[in-house]
């Protein structure tokens, strides 16, 4: 088991490597796109600005055609250019993001989880008091030793995406509480929100897949992010959701992480 472990550590260390050298690949020909967009779109403007000063005596079918080229067709296709370029760079942030968080040596520390539970709890209230909802703690909440960046990292994304796709007809209600599991604790974040279809309880966990309807902006890499962040911890995360009825994600984490060795970057 040990040397398994030891496997599959070095396994992801080499995927996390992988995804940080090809996200900085990709980024070059990206900077080089965007940045011939920008002549183009300038040369355009100059052109455009000679069919503008062309007298009306001295044009053409083949002329008014050009024009309307310049005017219409060539700035569509350099703002389709621009957005996907922007949905690219985006897309390679979040593989640089989920890299940087993967290769961060983890930090265990005493942590009071009704302290941030707390914290994250206020930084979204006032999206949760004009939804007309509330989050309810359920207190008692044990203390870790465990990474606190992690676990803000983690709670704070599923109660994000539970303000996130809240259900409009309904006022929102969040609800928090522990688990005893004898050495290690479990914790559900259950809320009456759109939930989440059953073909795809697995499918959102996928980095870059989101399920239901697609109007939230996102990336498709919290829940990704998540659960990596989650299995770092040597935990689990799983979903019990209906459409129309709301998500309770249980997370499952050992009360003392083991301090991991300090991780060089290259």
Do not use: W
């Not at 030891?6 to 070059?28: C, G, K, P």
């Not at 640089?96 to 930090?107: A, F, N």
């Not at 290690?184 to 897949?209: M, P, S, T, W, Y």
């Amino acid at each position: 088991m040990q040397e398994r472990t030891t496997d599959l550590a070095r396994a992801n260390e080499e995927i996390q490597r992988f995804a940080y050298i090809v996200s900085h690949d990709l980024r070059a020909p990206l900077v080089n796109i965007l940045g011939f967009t920008s002549e183009l779109e300038t040369a355009i403007a100059t052109v455009d600005r000679y069919f503008d000063e062309l007298p009306a005596e001295t044009t053409n079918a083949a002329a008014e055609e050009a024009k309307l080229t310049v005017k219409e067709d060539m700035p569509e296709a350099i703002g389709f250019i621009r957005a996907s370029s922007t949905r690219m760079d985006g897309l390679i942030n979040a593989i640089l993001k989920l890299s940087r968080e993967g290769r961060r040596t983890l930090k265990p520390e005493r942590v009071d989880f009704g302290e941030i539970l707390d914290l994250l709890a206020a930084n979204i209230q006032h999206q949760v008091s004009e939804a007309g909802g509330e989050i309810a703690i359920i207190r008692p909440l044990p203390t870790l030793i465990s990474d606190r960046l992690a676990l803000e990292q983690i709670f704070g994304n599923l109660l994000d995406n539970a303000v996130k796709y809240r259900d409009p007809y309904r006022p929102l209600r969040i609800t928090i509480r522990a688990v005893e599991q004898g050495r290690r604790v479990g914790f559900e974040i259950g809320d009456n929100g759109r939930g989440v279809a059953k073909e795809d309880h697995q499918r959102i966990f996928d980095l870059f897949r989101r399920s239901g309807a697609q109007d939230r902006p996102g990336e498709g890499i919290g829940l990704a992010h998540v659960r990596a962040l989650v299995r770092r911890l040597g935990g689990d995360i799983t979903l019990e959701s209906e459409l129309g009825v709301g998500t309770t994600f249980r997370v499952s984490l050992p009360r003392v992480l083991r301090k991991q060795e300090e991780t060089v970057d290259s």
